[in-house]
């Protein structure tokens, strides 16, 4: 494969990546059709940032957040058989169990743990040693601009920490597993080993003092953007939302099997982080995953990062390896 030149980088050169927004496909279908997919999320970000931002203190709670959070991606879901991006990423029965285990994993021993030793108990115990004073002007901003700034801290530090994940090896071991999903569908951004969704989770906006209503609306805007990284759903997306937010295409990039693209689009939600630091592909990706799109198991899943650390101690070492390691041919 030739592949497409991006700065100094050659994308495509070991699996397709179509490049460039020009040659990506279109809704098919009706006005009615093409004007549904072409409007949905912009309308489906503002209905609920303006949800937020007037409903009464008894109905913005985090378990409203939770149900409304619940409802969309079950919309999203439906949206999949109606107007699927890719007839090869269809969801299967087989596929939606394994990816409920690993939601029902986020939402229960996940959670415990980060309510232990995630970045708000670290945030705190730093602030409790030095004595720092919490930046409390921070509340006196507008909403809206606080919502923005949880956001963008945020993802500005996942931006970061997903770089590192694919730059020194310690870390890769732990998000290698989530680089073997084939396919694109609602519940995949749950798939991974244990501890690379815990890494990914943490942030360092909690320093700041923010507004609890402010926090809900930047939930908002992961909600109403982030959920579409992992999607399979062809949307005719406005030229100025693929400006600043990410987009499955660019997540499909991402994920593609070819090396250098899958470098690229390392941010959740604002896709201009990636534009300052010239790590943006804007393209799109059909074939998913490593070793040819070879699918993980659970269980491989779950221990990959810790026997493949292994294996690399005793190479380093120059221990025998217990287990013979395959060399693909040449």
Same mark, same amino acid.
């Given at each position: ?13 070991? $699996? ?12 098919? &279908? ?10 949905? /999320? ?57 990816? @409920? ?16 030793? &995630? ?26 601009? /606080?919502?923005?700034?949880? $956001? ?31 396919? @694109? ?43 579409? /990284? ?18 499955? !295409? ?11 693209? $899958? ?20 393209? !799109?990706? !059909? ?20 026997? !493949? ?22």
């Amino acid at each position: 494969m030739e592949g497409v030149r991006v700065g100094n980088r050659m994308i495509g050169t070991q $699996s397709p990546v179509t490049v460039g927004w020009e040659n990506l496909p279109k809704v098919e &279908g009706g006005p009615i059709k093409r004007h549904f997919f072409t409007w949905f /999320q912009p309308a489906a970000l503002f209905a609920l940032i303006a949800f937020w931002y007037y409903a009464p203190n008894s109905i913005a709670t985090a378990s409203t957040a939770i149900g409304i959070g619940i409802g969309f991606k079950a919309l999203l879901l439906a949206l999949e058989w109606v107007n699927p991006r890719h007839d090869s990423w269809r969801l299967t029965w087989k596929e939606l169990v394994i990816d @409920l285990f690993y939601v029902g994993l986020g939402f229960t021993i996940l959670r415990m743990i980060d309510g232990y030793i &995630g970045d708000g108990v670290m945030i705190e115990a730093i602030q409790g040693v030095f004595h720092w004073e919490k930046f409390a002007w921070f509340m006196g901003l507008p909403l809206l601009m /606080q919502a923005f700034l949880i $956001s963008f801290i945020f993802d500005f530090g996942q931006y970061w920490m997903h770089r590192g994940m694919h730059n020194w090896y310690p870390l890769w071991l732990t998000h290698a597993p989530h680089h073997y999903i084939t396919q @694109l569908n609602i519940n995949k951004g749950a798939v991974g080993n244990p501890v690379e969704l815990f890494l990914i989770g943490l942030g360092v906006g909690g320093f700041f003092d923010f507004l609890p209503r402010a926090a809900l609306l930047a939930g908002t805007l992961g909600l109403a953007v982030s959920t579409y /990284q992992h999607i399979n759903v062809r949307f005719n997306t406005p030229r100025w939302w693929r400006f600043l937010f990410n987009t499955t !295409e660019h997540h499909s990039v991402h994920h593609s099997q070819d090396y250098e693209a $899958s470098r690229s689009n390392y941010s959740g939600t604002w896709i201009i982080i990636d534009r300052m630091f010239g790590t943006c592909v804007d393209g !799109e990706a !059909e074939l998913l995953g490593m070793e040819g799109g070879r699918k993980m198991s659970i269980r491989e899943t779950m221990t990959y990062p810790f026997t !493949e650390g292994w294996k690399s101690v005793n190479a380093r070492l120059g221990r025998r390896p217990i287990d013979p390691i395959a060399v693909p041919a040449e």
